[in-house]
């Protein structure tokens, strides 16, 4: 069996339907082409949630190490304020 598989973006499968109009036959054409549209993303996003990205971790290391710096400096800048106040 060999022979050319028409995908939903190709050829308007609802074009001959004898009980739609060209209007209905083209609204149901895009319903279904926005359809796979999001049944191809979603298979994107479980692909991409399901592994690490390794690039996004490193980075999200070093703005972890960059914030712990700025804790540290503004409790230090907290505590110099605190102890400059008088009694």
Known sequence: ????VVGIFDANPYESHA???AL???VLWEYAKLSQHVKDL???TRQLSEGPDENLIARLRVLERKMGL????F?????GVINEQPV
Not at 70 to 73: A, F, G, N
Not at 75 to 79: E, I, P
């Open 1 to 4: 069996m060999s022979g050319t």
């Open 19 to 21: 009980s739609l109009t």
């Open 24 to 26: 209905e036959a083209n």
């Open 42 to 44: 979603t298979v994107i």
């Open 70 to 73: 700025v804790l540290t400096l």
């Open 75 to 79: 409790k230090a800048s907290v505590w």
